[in-house]
């Protein structure tokens, strides 16, 4: 006996772009985490390729997965995992924002229309400029939250996504240097709250040839974990 896949379509606005032409990888993964369980739970998603923009794709649940197409293209697959994910370490939040004025990405920005960390309008792109903190190997930013992002219910997985993924990047990532998202693993453990502030805290936790790992979260300022994201990177040949 075979279970039908239940389709819907997705469509992802310009405004949520990482690279020229395409979705932020970390958009895409928390929209398909929101399919999959509503990001309450971990959720590994894999990228196979580039999400196209204002583009109707497939969206299919199946089983205990869901995948996004466009014709007969995998671009993205998502299935649950089994653990709960944790953060990288908390950084207070004045300490996370003057983090911010060492950004590699001041000097030279290789995704500088990115939705998540590019130099986009305050309120249009969420202006995420992680830099070093002092002492440790951690990268950090403070997240003032847009109402410009908040939904029906809230602030959507989407946007929690989009914020764990480029700063997993900018932990490895030295002037003009450049990387590709491949996999996002990521769980929601309470909701973000427009308006809110919150540390946004990512650490380098490997490399393998052309693959970069890293460790996100997103904290409230009393150093409660919100959000975790577990991200691998791949850089161009």
Not at 7 to 15: G, I, K, Y
Not at 176 to 203: C, D, F, K, W
Request: proline share 8%; net charge negative.
């Amino acid at each position: 006996m075979t279970t039908a896949a239940l389709q819907t379509v997705l469509t992802v606005p310009q405004r949520f772009r990482g690279p020229v032409g395409v979705a932020n990888g970390g958009w895409i993964a928390g929209a398909m985490a929101e399919a999959l369980n509503g990001g309450r739970s971990a959720v590994e998603v894999t990228l196979h390729a580039p999400t196209p923009l204002e583009t109707e794709l497939r969206l299919e649940h199946l089983a205990n997965s869901v995948s996004l197409s466009h014709g007969d293209q995998l671009l993205v697959e998502a299935i649950p995992v089994a653990e709960d994910l944790e953060g990288p370490g908390f950084v207070p939040f004045t300490d996370a924002a003057k983090a911010e004025a060492g950004f590699v990405g001041l000097k030279a920005h290789p995704f500088a229309e990115c939705f998540a960390c590019g130099m986009r309008e305050p309120g249009d792109g969420l202006r995420i400029f992680p830099g070093p903190v002092a002492g440790t190997d951690l990268v950090a930013a403070g997240w003032r939250v847009p109402f410009t992002v908040t939904g029906d219910d809230g602030v959507p997985a989407s946007i929690v996504g989009a914020v764990l993924d480029c700063i997993t990047g900018w932990a490895h990532f030295g002037p003009g240097e450049t990387a590709l998202l491949g996999r996002l693993a990521l769980q929601i453990h309470r909701p973000v709250l427009p308006g809110g502030r919150y540390s946004v805290v990512a650490r380098p936790t490997g490399r393998d040839g052309r693959k970069m790992f890293g460790q996100s979260a997103i904290y409230e300022m009393d150093g409660t974990l919100v959000a975790a994201g577990r991200a691998t990177w791949i850089a161009p040949r």
